[in-house]
């Protein structure tokens, strides 16, 4: 496992990561580990429900996900639908989302740091990151 794929299978307050797409190549070991990996497209989303949506799409949210940030906060720090050993979600065009809707943004990077907080309690890996 390479070295920035492996800060990724560490439980770390340095959940959010910025990285270029190439330099995913390695997650298929993340999977090998009990790992799940999200990924989601932010190249057409323009608001706060699209992307809202595009998540709990992408990581299979129950059906009862109010499409708010504090459920979204409830769901990433519950996950007993889909267990794992750890949880990566990947924002595909995030390059995009930061320009068109940046307070959307910081919006998804705050609930998943405080979500990320919770599952280090845990000793669970937790992260994000944002791809372009």
Not at 25 to 46: H, N, T, Y
Not at 55 to 74: I, S
Not at 83 to 107: C, D, H
Request: proline share 4%.
């Amino acid at each position: 496992m390479g070295h920035e794929t492996s800060k990724l299978a560490e439980v770390s307050w340095d959940c959010v990561h910025f990285r270029e797409s190439s330099s995913l190549r390695e997650l298929p070991d993340l999977r090998v580990a009990g790992f799940k990996i999200f990924e989601v497209d932010m190249d057409e989303i323009s608001t706060k429900e699209q992307l809202l949506a595009s998540v709990a799409d992408a990581m299979c949210f129950p059906d009862y996900f109010g499409r708010n940030w504090d459920a979204l906060e409830e769901c990433l720090r519950d996950m007993e639908w889909s267990p794992a050993s750890g949880y990566v979600l990947i924002v595909r065009n995030a390059e995009s989302l930061w320009r068109r809707i940046p307070r959307v943004a910081a919006g998804l990077l705050q609930s998943w740091t405080f979500s990320a907080e919770e599952w280090s309690r845990e000793g669970v890996p937790f992260h994000l990151v944002f791809a372009w």
